[in-house]
Antibody
Framework: QVQLVESGGGVVQPGGSLRLSCVAS????????MHWVRQAPGKGLEWVAF????????NYADSVKGRFTISRDNSKNTLYLQMNSLRTEDTAVYYC????????????????WGQGTLVTVSS | SYVLTQPPSVSVAPGQTARITCGGN??????VHWYQQKPGQAPVLVVY???DRPSGIPERFSGSNSGNTATLTISRVEAGDEADYYC???????????FGGGTKVTVL
């Protein structure tokens, strides 16, 4: 069965850096695009970033563009999110999620999600 | 950027029908997807491409989409349906995923 396991969360000071990982199993990781989605405490879902199956196309929310970098290592079945210049408003649970089939011009949805990892940015 | 608007809350008695709306400019021209999230858990896909259900999702969950409003309908509501529900589209002009603000469904 499909499993996505995030790690790397923790407490970091404003301006600091953190790298999240998401290890995938139960499907052919190299064939699917992947997303990071976050959820601040008590708030709704916020999309963060997307990477195509081969890593050649990446997109970011305006709120993280220039500070966060999404990447993947298909040989290790692992998705990453490098977070730099962290701000207090980046405090959230970060989920990795798998694209159901592929992101076309009309549709892109997420069929499996990890359990999330908590990032707290505080001094 | 594309904005999706959901009511913050919907209350429904057990056995009745809950309807959760998701408003967006010409959303009928987009494919809408819906997620259920229970406290402390990750979101779960319940409807995709406006009205299709993933395997394992009860037929009580259905969706529709037309004009400026998409709707998730939960028939014969059960206590276990109490959760937050989010609509989502793909904004192809920016290649961004967009979520609605979420609707908390309370079963009375």
């Amino acid at each position: 069965q499909v499993q996505l396991v995030e790690s790397g969360g923790g407490v970091v000071q404003p301006g600091g850096s953190l790298r999240l990982s998401c290890v995938a199993s139960g499907f052919i990781f190299s064939s699917y695009g992947m997303h990071w989605v976050r959820q601040a405490p008590g708030k709704g879902l916020e999309w963060v970033a997307f990477i195509k199956y081969d890593g050649n196309n990446k997109n970011y929310a305006d709120s993280v563009k220039g500070r966060f970098t999404i990447s993947r290592d298909n040989s290790k079945n692992t998705l990453y999110l490098q977070m730099n210049s962290l701000r207090t408003e980046d405090t959230a649970v970060y989920y990795c999620a798998k694209v159901a089939i592929y992101c076309s011009s009309t549709s892109c949805y997420l069929d499996y999600w990890g359990q999330g990892t908590l990032v707290t940015v505080s001094s | 950027s594309y904005v999706l608007t959901q009511p913050p809350s919907v209350s429904v008695a057990p056995g009745q029908t809950a309807r959760i709306t998701c408003g967006g400019n010409n959303i009928g021209n987009k494919n809408v997807h819906w997620y259920q999230q229970k406290p402390g858990q990750a979101p779960v896909l319940v409807v995709y491409d406006d009205s299709d259900r993933p395997s394992g999702i009860p037929e009580r969950f259905s969706g529709s989409n037309s004009g400026n409003t998409a709707t998730l309908t939960i028939s014969r509501v059960e206590a276990g349906d109490e959760a937050d529900y989010y609509c989502q589209v793909w904004n192809s002009s920016s290649d961004h995923v967009v979520f609605g603000g979420g609707t908390k469904v309370t079963v009375l």
